[in-house]
C-alpha cells in the first residue's frame, strides 16, 4: 500500500521559500521522484511532517490534493484539487513525506484568484534579489534570485489550459527580473501595469540594469558602468532615460526625521548625487522619485508623465475615471501597512473564496475553495 504524502499548497509554499532564501529554514530540495497526487491528504499530520513550520510562527496552511473529497478531511486547511500530469519540477521535497509547490508552480497557483497586482509583486519578488521578512512588516533582506523570468515563462507554457494559467502568462509576461526591494517593485509595476488596472503603460526597463559610461566619467565612477533602477533603452539598445527611487532614510533630513531617529548617510547622499550628475553627462535624462512623491499622487503623476514623454510613450491622462483607477492603484500599493494583511492576501491570490472544477471539466472552473479558514 502507497504512503499518504502531504503537498503544501501555493501560499505555504510561497512562504517557506521566502524563510529559505532567508536562511531560516532549510532550503527544499530535489525529490528522487514526483509525489502522486493521488496519494496526497490535507490533514493536521502535514504540520507534524513539516517541523519548520514552527519557526515560521501563524501562517496559513493549505494543501494540494488529487481527489475532491479529500477538500472535506480538515477544515481548517485550504485545499487544491490538481489531477493530470504536471510539467516536471513541480514540487521540492521538505520532509519523508512532505512537499512544497516549486517557486513557479507557486506563482502559477497563485494566480487562481484572478489578475492582480499582488501576483506581480510575488513574480518580481521570486525574480528579484530581495524578499520580504516574515514577519508581514513590509521589511526585506537581499538575496540570491531564485527564479528567471524565463524558467517561470517555460514553466508555465507547460502547463496548459489549467484554470489560472492564462491570468498567470499573463501577469508574467509584465514581470521584469533584477528589483532589489519593495519599493523598486512597486514603482515598476505603477509605471508598466495596464491602464485599466491604474497603470501608466510605460515599456518595460531593465531594473538595476547596467549603464556603461565613458572613459571620462569611469575616472570619477572607478568603474565602467552604472547600475540604476529603471533603465529604459531604445530599440537598438541604447540608453534614453532612467528612472530612480530615492529613499526617505537617506535623503530627507528634518527635525521630525531626526526625532524619529532617522539618520543620513551623507556619503551615499554624495554618490548619489554623483550618480545623477553622471548619468546626466552620459546625455541620459533622469527623474526621480522619492518617498514623498509616493505619498502625494498629483506629485506623482507631474514625474511619471514626465518620464513618459522622455521614453516616447503616450499614456492617458490622469482624468475621470483613469485617475480615480491609478490613485487607487498609487494609494494602496505603496501603503506600508498592507503587508499586515498579507497573508489574507496570498489566500485570496490562490483562489480560496470559491469552490472549482477540475481543468478538464466541461464547465468553465472558476476556483478551488477548500476547507476555508
Known amino acids: 500500500m502507497d504512503e499518504p504524502v502531504y503537498i503544501f499548497g501555493p501560499v505555504t509554499s510561497f512562504l517557506v521559500w521566502r524563510a529559505a532564501m532567508q536562511g531560516l529554514v532549510d532550503e527544499p530540495y530535489d525529490p528522487t521522484c514526483q509525489p502522486n497526487l493521488a496519494h496526497s491528504h490535507a490533514t493536521l499530520r502535514m504540520i507534524r511532517e513539516l517541523p519548520m513550520l514552527r519557526s515560521l510562527g501563524d501562517v496559513p496552511i493549505d494543501a494540494i490534493v488529487g481527489q475532491p473529497s479529500r477538500t472535506h478531511e480538515c477544515k481548517s486547511i485550504d ?3 490538481l489531477k493530470g500530469q504536471l510539467p516536471s519540477g513541480s514540487f521540492k521535497q521538505v520532509g519523508r513525506h512532505a512537499y ?3 517557486p513557479e508552480l507557486c506563482f502559477a497557483l497563485l494566480a487562481r484568484g484572478g489578475f492582480d497586482r499582488h501576483l506581480l509583486e510575488v513574480g518580481c519578488e521570486l525574480c528579484g534579489t530581495y524578499c520580504l521578512a516574515p514577519n508581514q512588516s513590509g521589511e526585506f533582506f537581499e538575496v540570491s534570485q531564485l527564479l528567471t523570468l524565463d524558467k517561470l515563462q517555460s514553466f508555465l507554457e507547460q502547463l496548459g489550459r489549467r484554470h489560472g494559467i492564462r491570468v498567470a502568462r499573463q501577469a508574467a509576461s509584465l514581470l521584469q527580473e533584477g528589483s532589489a526591494s519593495p519599493r523598486e517593485t512597486s514603482l515598476y509595476i505603477v509605471l508598466t501595469i495596464y491602464p485599466r488596472y491604474g497603470g501608466y503603460g510605460l515599456p518595460k526597463p531593465k531594473l538595476n540594469g547596467r549603464l556603461d559610461v565613458s572613459p571620462h566619467s569611469q575616472l570619477a565612477l572607478r568603474k565602467g558602468y552604472l547600475k540604476v533602477d529603471l533603465l529604459y533603452t531604445d530599440s537598438q539598445g541604447n540608453a534614453i532615460a532612467v528612472g530612480e527611487y530615492d529613499s526617505a532614510s537617506y535623503h530627507f533630513y528634518t527635525k521630525q526625521a531626526q526625532a524619529s531617529g532617522v539618520f543620513i548617510d551623507v556619503c551615499k547622499v554624495i554618490a548619489d548625487d554623483l550618480r545623477r550628475e553622471i548619468i546626466r553627462d552620459e546625455d541620459v535624462d533622469i527623474v526621480t522619485f522619492r518617498k514623498e512623491d509616493t505619498e502625494h499622487f498629483d506629485d506623482f503623476d507631474m514625474k511619471a508623465m514626465r518620464l513618459a514623454r522622455l521614453v516616447g510613450a503616450k499614456p492617458l491622462a490622469s482624468e475621470g475615471s ?6 487607487d492603484l498609487f494609494t494602496n500599493i505603496f501603503d506600508t501597512k498592507r503587508w499586515a494583511d498579507e497573508h489574507q492576501l496570498l489566500r485570496k491570490m490562490a483562489g480560496y473564496e470559491r ?15 477548500g476547507c476555508g479558514a
Open 79 to 81: 485545499t487544491i484539487v
Open 100 to 102: 512544497v509547490c516549486s
Open 322 to 327: 483613469v485617475r480615480n483607477e491609478r490613485i
Open 355 to 369: 469552490v472549482i472544477e477540475h481543468p478538464s471539466a466541461r464547465k468553465r472552473p472558476s476556483a478551488v475553495g
